[in-house]
């Protein structure tokens, strides 16, 4: 690791004032769980770390004035996990609890899941962000790579396990700076984007800019999350969904469904909320909405496969937020 | 310097200059020295490459002057001897360098030691000496154990379990402990050290 | 004269009972110091430099910016790097960097600058076609054999394609499949390493291995010494299945570079060098042909393999093809595809796991087309097992069958009751192995005042080695396991030999008990006098020396002792490998069952139970010998399932050499293991025989019947990875 100036803010303010405009000068340090790895490889190699876990006011649990919940992105997701005020979103707690890594959840933070750099074996052995313009994936062992959004150089997925969940709940993320005082709500589906060189990161956040908080509206309706993992360990699912459905007599009324491990960012899926919307959820309509959801996907020559986990995983996303069985693993 | 950023509450306005007056050493091996003006505005303290850190270890009060890029594991195992957190993966995926940090079960591996400033940890160095822990026994009667390269961290992951869940069922047991590796395919004795220790109420 | 002999089953006290092991806390609180833990003062520490390309020339390599790194020490080019080489696997070692710290050498590492010229690279072991396109392929041997001998006019290959051909056309069922497993690397959790000095023309090593008394004249003969000059210490190993044997390359340079800088220095490779460079298993892959009668008894077989141990071509040996069950007529041809990726060393059984998983599925296959219990047609064809006994293998189906309750689960192939999108399977498979003891030496010293310490130059993967040799010497002196003291792990005690094959509890008990046997004698002449009887009559027991039968008349053992005079009786035993003994032998059988269930829709496979019944021979410690066959059926669920070296067609990179892409089995993935030691006397009373090997054999292809068993279609590749499963199914249907 090549060593790196260190500042521990105790303010959100004082945090932001210590970053730096240019990309890739400072990193901001939560749980370490992602970034340390990154920064002993030295494909990352700030001249700054920010450490934001002494920054009491990014951390805890809320509830908001207008029913919903407000999360620190300093708390670490074990914390979230037995918070009362996020058991009314199952499709949070059950992506937390996919993650599986006792260790993990308590060392990680909900910022840190949702800022987590590119999955992406290329990108994490030093060959940038896009890999050769994103040929060695497409060309390459590409196995676990985009199935959506991969038609420019981006063929990594964004690996974050709690952000479908976030998006379809119709989360906002409350991000700060670069001025002292700035503060601004963003839709957490226009948080992410696809990087289209290798300055551009894998968030829409300046390098100034911190993400402080994630807001949630009050828990209305039906929400799950399903991931397809290969085995048991913490190892990232191989792909995953989130669904959050507004049901009304017994009929859909609205639905949202979030994609995760299959693009370069959390994929929304406008065509497998259409199918589902005005239908009862069955096994029958699930299935539909997850053949929906894949119409369009591309993959590249070695993740084919991908598409089937996809389908699969918006169907029992959808069944699991009805409150159904999947009738799988 | 810790001391003073210690001190300096949130609002406090610990400025940079202020720190380089009087850590004149390490403001001289900066890298970003040109930049010192531009930050002039910055309230809180910037530590060039080394900080000093105190961390209660294994309830004794350890006083450290650290480089910044070393994790709590390097620190551990180099500064203070306590090798039996240890280094498998870069990335924390094995689990084998669990260690308690203030409470709970952490990756001395992919955690950065000068964040430890102020924190407690515990190693499996203190479930050892002449109280052997229940989870320790239990892993040696169960032959939890082959190699015992990645044994300490399953045995402080599981001490981390079990404060946590003191009643889990095998199948929680089966559920909760999958942040570590073993290699050497220990982990039958595993489960049943920690339905023992379940049974024992330890 | 003594004759040696282990007492029998009821007559023993110590041997046979489930101890547990002596280091027990040790390695569970920490204390235990392996390589990668010895910090010795004014150390440095070492990182190396691995190439970024499968195949390369060194252009050029500059060190001046690496040396100038704050913390740096010293910089070693590595002879085989000079510019102008030829690197002809990502991953091997270039350069080296010794500092101060950690940081340091990570640091100068990134520093080097290196330029390579990129050379054409192949890295496909599974693509054969590819491979002979592109001239990378080799003839790996082959045999035919035909219970019908070619006349003296025949053309002997002409003659057995006839024959092989006629016997086909007899043949009832004709099964032809396709399967492979792909290359795994060891990746022991303690990677390969040294930390040594140099001091004045000796060496002391602190070396991560699986061979203490082996490893002293290897640095020896590379740094030109004798082996008197240098010592090797390994107190506790950190994994070792096949890879440890050697100082190797890196070990030598830390040694040069110690006595370059007058300090010691540790180097232990990074996990990804660990994965690249430190160890993997040969891939292999094999079309398969096979005949049979109506019963399902295998009377041909014809096949063609491939396969890559490295850049030599190689692949998995085809001398165990077909596997155990072994038809009178068969035709074996292997072919050695060359890869650019770093060469295979032993590993836990070197080519039967793979060989197991490349025969005994077109057994159960036979059993699938023809609409029978596998269970069955292995039973028909045991006629033909080689290895152990036809009748332990049957015996051990039939334990096995019980426990995981094989009639009451079976299903045929693909025709299990449904759940959702769930299906389960049942799949079984079975090994040989030999496990011959090692050679051995112990020093024993028995002291006047009743003090029993050993010394032996063995070392503990994982085995129990210190708890076994307690075990023998406390049984054989009549003591308690906490009244001897075991030493071991340092190349200075006497010589015992590396823990690979199966050896090591086979030697170290060959070893002990011989030394405690001649010990006692020793004791038994003494006492006889005291006791005025026959040395013959004597027995040690409970801490006594007694008479047999007559417990009145003995001797506690200190007072036995003190009869040694003032100096301590020194004993050295030794066994020589192969030579026959009544102590230990070898081959075994091991029979291994499974049963999985499959998520259809998302190809994820889980594991229900899994039932390994083994035999070894007899038992000294059944705790520890269970250990080792739960550890062994964990890692063939691993390559069954999980595991596997991704090589990069675009890059000829392994992309995923760290341990979140390197997947492993975790706790919650192994379902419930039960493991029968079959130990019949009629086993029993053949000696101590290795186990650490055979029960690593059979998983893979167990599970891969069970998997069969379950889809009705056969995933041909291990591991069985969601997409495997998937892409079969996609194939079975169209």
Do not use: M
């Given at each position: 690791m090549k060593n790196f100036e260190y500042a521990a803010p105790r303010t959100e303010s004082e945090a932001v004032a210590l970053l730096s405009d240019q990309p890739g000068h400072t990193e901001i340090l939560a749980g370490g769980t992602d970034l340390v790895g990154l920064m002993k490889k030295m494909v990352v190699q700030p001249e700054r770390v920010v450490y934001i876990g002494g920054v009491p006011s990014m951390k805890g649990v809320a509830p908001t004035a207008d029913g919903g919940v407000r999360i620190g992105a300093g708390t670490t997701l074990d914390e979230v996990l037995d918070s009362p005020y996020v058991q009314a979103y199952p499709g949070i707690t059950q992506a937390i609890r996919g993650i599986n890594s006792m260790q993990l959840q308590c060392q990680g933070t909900f910022g840190g899941d949702i800022c987590q750099r590119a999955r992406c074996w290329f990108f994490r052995n030093g060959h940038g962000l896009l890999a050769d313009g994103g040929r060695i994936a497409a060309d390459g062992a590409g196995e676990l790579h985009a199935i959506f959004g991969n038609r420019g150089s981006a063929r990594f997925v964004n690996g974050s396990r709690i952000a479908p969940a976030l998006i379809a709940l119709g989360a906002e993320a409350r991000v700060i700076g670069p001025a002292e005082g700035e503060e601004h709500l963003i839709p957490l589906d226009a948080f992410f984007r696809t990087p289209r060189h290798e300055r551009e990161r894998e968030t829409v956040l300046e390098p100034n800019q911190l993400l402080t908080h994630v807001v949630l509206p009050p828990a209305s309706g039906h929400s799950g999350a399903y991931e397809v993992r290969h085995g048991e360990g913490p190892d990232y699912p191989l792909a995953a969904s989130a669904a959050s459905l507004d049901i009304r007599g017994g009929v859909v009324r609205d639905a949202r469904v979030v994609l995760g491990q299959v693009a370069p960012i959390p994929w929304v899926s406008q065509a497998a909320a259409d199918a589902i919307r005005g239908l009862a959820v069955s096994e029958a309509t699930a299935e539909a909405a997850g053949d929906a959801a894949v119409a369009d996907a591309t993959p590249l020559s070695q993740n084919e496969y991908k598409v089937q986990l996809a389908k699969v995983a918006v169907k029992r996303a959808i069944l699991l937020a009805a409150g159904l069985e999947t009738g799988g693993f | 310097m810790t001391e003073s950023r210690n001190k300096s509450g949130p609002e406090s306005g610990f400025s940079r200059r202020s720190f380089l007056q009087g850590t004149g050493a390490i403001a001289a091996a900066t890298a970003l020295s040109a930049q010192v003006a531009a930050e002039e505005k910055q309230a809180a303290a910037v530590a060039?490459?080394?900080?000093?850190?105190?961390?209660?270890?294994?309830?004794?009060?350890?006083?450290?002057?650290?480089?910044?890029?070393e994790t709590l594991l390097d620190v551990l195992r180099n500064r203070l001897d306590l090798t039996g957190a240890k280094p498998v993966s870069s990335d924390g995926s094995s689990g084998a360098s669990t260690v308690i940090v203030d409470g709970k079960p952490v990756m001395a591996s992919t955690t950065m030691a000068v964040t430890c400033d102020g924190k407690s940890v515990q190693t499996v160095e203190s479930l050892g000496g002449k109280n052997v822990d229940a989870v320790c026994k239990a892993f040696v009667a169960n032959d939890a154990q082959q190699c015992g390269f990645c044994t300490p961290g399953f045995v402080v992951a599981v001490r981390a379990f079990l404060d946590k869940n003191p009643d889990a069922t095998e199948q929680q047991i089966r559920a909760?402990?999958?942040?570590?590796?073993?290699?050497?395919?220990?982990?039958?004795?595993?489960?049943?050290?920690?339905?023992?220790?379940?049974?024992?109420?330890? | 004269m003594v004759e040696y002999y282990w007492p029998k089953r009821e007559d023993s006290e110590v041997i046979g009972k489930p101890l547990n092991r002596l280091d027990g806390i040790e390695k569970t609180t920490g204390a235990a110091k392996y390589t990668y833990d010895i910090n010795l003062k004014k150390q440095l520490v070492a990182h190396a430099l691995g190439c970024p390309h499968a195949h390369c020339k060194i252009v050029s390599i500059d060190t001046s910016a690496a040396e100038k790194t704050p913390g740096v020490v010293h910089v070693e080019v590595l002879p085989h790097a000079a510019p102008g080489s030829e690197i002809k696997w990502q991953g091997e070692l270039l350069v080296i960097v010794a500092a101060e710290s950690e940081g340091a050498a990570a640091e100068g590492v990134k520093n080097l600058e290196v330029k390579y010229e990129k050379l054409p690279f192949w890295v496909d072991a599974e693509d054969l076609a590819g491979a002979e396109a592109a001239g990378q392929t080799a003839k790996a041997g082959g045999k035919a054999e035909t219970e019908k001998e070619p006349g003296d006019d025949d053309d002997e290959d002409e003659f057995i394609d006839a024959e092989i051909e006629r016997l086909f056309k007899q043949s009832k069922h004709v099964?032809?499949?396709?399967?492979?497993?792909?290359?795994?690397?060891?990746?022991?959790?303690?990677?390969?390493?040294?930390?040594?000095?140099?001091?004045?023309?000796?060496?002391?090593?602190?070396?991560?291995t699986q061979n203490v008394s082996g490893t002293d004249d290897g640095f020896a003969r590379d740094l030109e010494l004798t082996a008197d000059d240098v010592e090797v210490i390994c107190q506790y190993i950190g994994g070792g299945f096949g890879s440890k044997f050697a100082p190797d390359y890196w070990g030598i340079a830390a040694a040069r570079i110690s006595k370059a800088t007058g300090r010691p220095v540790k180097l232990m490779l990074s996990r990804d060098q660990e994965l690249k460079i430190a160890g993997n298993r040969p891939a292999g892959y094999i079309k398969v042909r096979l005949g049979a009668d109506d019963n399902g008894l295998v009377h041909v077989w014809d096949s063609q393999q491939w396969g890559t141990s490295g850049d030599n071509g190689g692949g998995v040996s085809h001398g165990v093809i077909p596997y155990v069950l072994v038809p009178k007529n068969y035709r074996r041809v292997a072919t050695g595809v060359k890869t650019n990726t770093a060469r295979s060393r032993a590993w836990r059984a070197p080519n039967h796991p793979q060989a197991c998983a490349m025969s005994q599925t077109a057994y159960d296959d036979l059993a699938r087309i023809m609409g029978k219990d596998s269970y069955d047609v292995f039973m028909t064809n045991l006629v033909n097992a080689q290895g152990a006994k036809p009748e332990v293998y049957a015996e051990e189906m039939k334990v096995g069958a019980k426990l995981i309750d094989w009639k009451a689960k079976w299903h045929p192939h693909g025709k299990g009751a449904r759940r959702g999108s769930i299906v389960d399977g049942l799949g079984m498979a079975l090994h040989t192995w030999g496990g011959t003891a090692n050679t051995s030496s112990c020093l024993?010293?028995?002291?006047?005042?009743?003090?029993?310490?050993?010394?032996?130059?063995?070392?503990?993967?994982?085995t129990g080695t210190r708890t076994v040799c307690a075990q023998v010497l406390a049984e054989t002196l009549g003591l308690k396991v906490n009244q001897v003291k075991v030493n071991i792990g340092t190349s200075k005690y006497p010589n015992s030999g590396a823990s690979g094959g199966s050896t090591t509890v086979g030697a170290v008990s060959e070893s002990h008990r011989r030394a405690a046997q001649d010990a006692i004698a020793s004791i038994f002449e003494k006492a006889a006098?005291?006791?005025?009887?026959?040395?013959?009559?004597?027995?040690?027991?409970?801490?006594?020396?007694?008479?047999?039968?007559?417990?009145?008349?003995?001797?506690?053992w200190k007072k036995a002792c003190t009869l040694l005079g003032m100096k301590p009786l020194e004993v050295t035993s030794s066994y020589e490998r192969g030579a026959p003994s009544p102590l230990s032998n070898s081959g075994v059988g091991g029979v291994q069952m499974a049963h999985v269930e499959v998520d259809t829709e998302t190809g994820v496979i889980k594991m229900k139970t899994f039932v390994a019944v083994q035999d070894q021979g007899l038992v000294i410690n059944p705790k520890t010998c269970k250990s080792q066959i739960y550890g062994a059926v964990i890692m063939g669920i691993a390559a069954a399932l999980y595991e596997h070296r991704i090589m990069d067609n675009a890059t000829g990179a392994f992309v995923n050499a760290e341990l979140s892409e390197y997947k492993l089995a975790r706790l919650g993935d192994i379902g419930d293991i039960i493991v029968e030691l079959y130990e019949p006397e009629s086993e029993r009373s053949r000696g101590v025989i290795g186990n650490g090997e055979p029960p690593a054999i059979s998983p893979i292809a167990a599970i891969a019947n069970a998997v069969c068993n379950a889809l009705g279609t056969r995933v041909p590749v291990a591991p069985f990875t969601p997409k495997r499963v998937l892409e079969a199914l996609k194939n079975a249907r169209a």
């Open positions: - | 060039a490459g080394s900080s000093e850190i105190t961390v209660t270890v294994n309830g004794t009060k350890q006083k450290l002057k650290i480089e910044n890029r909760g402990l999958n942040g570590n590796i073993c290699r050497c395919g220990t982990y039958v004795g595993i489960i049943g050290a920690a339905i023992d220790v379940v049974k024992g109420g330890a | 099964l032809e499949g396709y399967y492979g497993i792909d290359a795994i690397t060891h990746c022991c959790l303690e990677p390969h390493g040294s930390n040594v000095t140099w001091n004045d023309g000796s060496v002391t090593a602190y070396l991560s024993l010293k028995i002291y006047p005042d009743g003090g029993v310490e050993s010394f032996c130059g063995t070392q503990d993967l994982g006098a005291q006791l005025e009887c026959d040395a013959g009559d004597l027995e040690a027991k409970g801490g006594k020396i007694q008479v047999k039968g007559d417990a009145t008349r003995s001797l506690e």
